[in-house]
C-alpha cells in the first residue's frame, strides 16, 4: 500500500510539473493562474472575497457617483489649465492609490458632462470632502454632481487590476 502511494504522490508531482499548452500561452499573455482564478465561471460564491470587499448578499454595494460638469471658470490660459489638469489627474491617482476612488474617467464627447468618478466611501458627505480636494474643482474648471450609487462591489478591485494593462499612465 505504502508503494502505491509513492508511486500515486511521483505520478502526481510529474503531472503538475507538465506546462499545460493553454495555460501557458495565458501566462505569456500576462493573464496566467490570476485571470484563470478571476474568470472561473465554477466559483459560485466566495465568502472571503466578499467580505473583503464589503459586498452584500447581492454582490452589490453603495458608492457615490460623482459627475464631473463645466465650472463657471474655463477662461484660464493654456498654460494653466494644463497645470490644472495635471494636478486634476494626480489627484484622482492619489485617491485611487488611498482606495477612495475605483473607478474614474472622462466622457469622449465635447458635453457638459466631462467625466465622472465612482468613490469608495459610504456618504455623498464624505464624497464632497474628497471633491473638495481637486485642484480643477478649487479653480472653478469642474464642479461635481454627486449621487449615492449602488453597484457592483467588484469595483475596488478594478483600478488595481487596470495598472497591469497600463503602459503608461494619465495620472502618474
Known amino acids: 500500500m505504502r508503494q502505491v502511494l509513492i508511486i500515486i ?8 510539473c507538465i506546462k499545460n499548452e493553454r495555460t501557458s500561452s495565458r501566462t505569456q499573455a500576462g493573464n496566467g493562474i490570476l485571470y484563470e482564478t478571476l474568470m472561473d465561471t465554477n466559483v459560485k460564491y466566495d465568502s472571503i472575497l466578499a ?5 452584500d448578499d447581492y454582490g452589490m454595494k453603495s458608492y457615490v457617483m460623482a459627475f464631473l460638469k463645466r ?3 474655463r477662461d484660464q490660459d493654456s498654460v494653466t489649465a494644463a497645470e490644472i489638469q495635471k494636478a486634476h489627474l494626480k489627484n484622482i491617482g492619489r485617491m485611487a492609490d488611498e482606495g477612495k ?3 474614474a474617467g472622462p466622457f469622449s464627447d465635447d458635453g457638459d458632462i466631462r467625466g465622472i468618478y465612482i468613490f469608495n466611501v459610504a456618504t455623498v458627505e464624505e464624497a464632497a470632502e474628497l471633491t473638495a480636494t481637486d485642484p ?3 479653480a472653478g474648471r469642474l464642479v461635481m454632481e454627486l449621487h449615492p ?4 462591489a467588484i469595483l475596488p478591485i478594478v483600478a488595481p487590476m487596470s495598472q497591469r ?8
Open 149 to 152: 450609487w449602488y453597484g457592483t
Open 71 to 73: 465650472g463657471p471658470n
Open 136 to 138: 480643477a474643482i478649487q
Open 51 to 55: 467580505t473583503r470587499l464589503g459586498s
Open 9 to 16: 504522490l511521483v505520478m502526481a508531482t510529474m503531472a503538475s
Open 101 to 103: 476612488v475605483v473607478l
Open 165 to 172: 494593462l497600463e503602459k503608461s499612465s494619465w495620472v502618474r
